[in-house]
């Protein structure tokens, strides 16, 4: 398995046993699972921002434990932007400002990888699969966009192949 593989697990990895623990405090999940509520259990404010830029998705005070969310932005994409930041939050990554560039882009897909697991996680989406093929409708259903679900299954379906390949 090489570095880039191990990280992404490791990703994988602490949003679901994030999800075991809330699970455990606040019952079963189902989906679209309760991403506002895991970052309130968490100990997190939300703040939906109304002023701010289209290109910025949300802002992070780990110290004040308050994450602001563009209040423009669609409601799924809010969605994402919350899982991205609870990624870095969860994923213990520094702030942007002690970072170099090279280490911002890779804690930011590390967050991504982070969001799709806590938004579409591994196990209910197999669940859903079993039933329910089409990608607009599992969307729906996760509460994510076509987009994120499109990446979810490739990267679920890669995995399956690289375990596949590793055995």
């Known amino acids: 398995m090489s570095s880039r593989q191990k990280r992404s697990w490791l990703c994988r990895s ?5 999800l075991r623990v809330y699970s455990q405090d606040c019952g079963p999940l189902v989906p679209p699972v309760p991403i506002d509520a895991i970052a309130n259990w968490l100990g997190f404010q939300i ?3 109304s002023s701010v830029d289209d290109a ?6 780990t110290r004040d434990k308050l994450i602001g969310i563009n209040g423009r932005h669609h409601r799924r994409r809010q969605r994402f932007s919350l899982g991205h930041e609870l990624g870095h939050i969860l994923l213990k990554h520094p702030p942007e400002a002690r970072c170099t560039s090279k280490e911002i882009a890779l804690y930011n897909i590390e ?23 089409n990608i607009i409708t599992l969307a729906r259903i996760f509460d994510v966009s076509e987009e994120a679900m499109t990446r979810r299954l490739r990267q679920m379906e890669a995995a399956q192949t690289q375990s596949a390949i590793d055995s």
């Open 56 to 61: 910025c998705s949300a802002l992070v005070s």
């Open 14 to 18: 602490v949003a679901q046993r994030s």
């Open 47 to 49: 703040i939906l921002l």
């Open 111 to 133: 967050a991504d990888e982070c969001a799709a697991e806590l938004l579409i996680p591994q196990d209910l989406l197999a669940r859903s699969l079993s039933k329910i093929r």
